[in-house]
């Protein structure tokens, strides 16, 4: 268990945010390279874990992970959009052949 006072990284704002607005004003998705760029840039600050816990319930979600941000962000636009993991529409689209 991680004690409460440990210290934690956390976005501000959240990455999800951040990536999510410069799709919106691009008009269009973002590429690898572009999400790499913003995650990189992205302001942070270091806070306790347990404030960082209690942030995760106020925003209802886990933020994108900033090592693995590509393929993260790929996971949130994905929820953002209302669409179902790769895995289940592969499977749900195999019931129906």
């Not at 607005?21 to 302001?43: D, H, S």
């Not at 895995?87 to 129906?96: D, K, M, V």
Request: with cysteine.
């Amino acid at each position: 268990m991680i004690p409460d006072n440990h210290p934690g990284i956390v976005f501000v704002p959240p990455l999800r945010v951040v990536l999510q607005r410069a799709e919106q004003e691009k008009g269009a998705p973002l590429v690898e390279a572009e999400v790499i760029e913003l995650c990189n840039k992205a302001m942070c600050m270091t806070v306790p874990f347990s404030a960082g816990v209690e942030m995760v319930h106020e925003l209802g979600y886990v933020d994108v992970v900033p090592e693995d941000c590509w393929k993260d962000w790929q996971r949130h636009r994905r929820q953002i959009n209302g669409e179902p993991e790769p895995g289940l529409w592969t499977w749900l689209r195999g019931l129906f052949k």
